[in-house]
């Protein structure tokens, strides 16, 4: 039986190749993920100049330059979020799709910009009822969050203070149980 040589291996470029071969397998799933977030820079990026061109403003490097900065961000976000479910323990989120969750949170964000973009360019109402309906998804969106958030404030500024509250908030949970 012949010995393993590391040096061998190394500097034939079968340990890079390995390296290489599961990066490739562990980032496959974002494949479909990075693109759609790419297309939607590139189509917000499109829809900005044309929605410039129509109001008569200037095109810059410098806004050019935002794009590119903008789209690599967004798929090294997506990288991370990647990294960041996986070493999650199994027990804290089991099938944990963080990647996918902020890669629509971002898609999300330039679609209702593409619609923006046409609405300046083109002045057609669809797309000003789009972006309006938009809106007030998002608003309703941040009011739940806003009055969940004063909601649990309330209880966790009870629970510190007033400890037969407390008990008697917990009774009333395990009696609904």
Not at 111 to 122: A, D, G, I, R, W
Not at 146 to 167: A, G, H, M, Q, V
Request: glycine residues 4%; aromatic residues 14%; proline residues 2%.
């Amino acid at each position: 039986m012949q010995a393993w040589h590391l040096s061998k291996h190394v500097h034939s470029g079968n340990a890079l190749y390995a390296l290489w071969t599961a990066a490739c397998a562990f980032f496959a799933p974002l494949g479909w993920w990075l693109f759609a977030c790419g297309f939607m820079v590139v189509a917000d990026f499109i829809t900005g100049l044309w929605a410039a061109r129509a109001k008569g403003e200037m095109w810059t490097s410098n806004k050019m330059r935002n794009s590119i900065s903008k789209c690599g961000a967004y798929m090294f976000v997506i990288i991370c979020a990647r990294v960041f479910e996986h070493t999650l323990p199994t027990y804290i989120m089991e099938h944990a799709e963080l990647a996918c969750i902020v890669t629509a949170c971002i898609v999300g964000v330039e679609f209702y910009s593409v619609l923006e973009n046409l609405y300046k360019s083109t002045g057609n109402r669809a797309f000003y009822i789009l972006t309006q309906f938009t809106q007030k998804k998002l608003k309703d969106i941040d009011e739940t969050a806003e009055f969940k958030r004063n909601r649990d404030t309330e209880k966790s500024i009870t629970d510190i203070t007033d400890i037969p509250c407390f008990l008697h908030f917990a009774l009333e949970e395990e009696a609904c149980l």
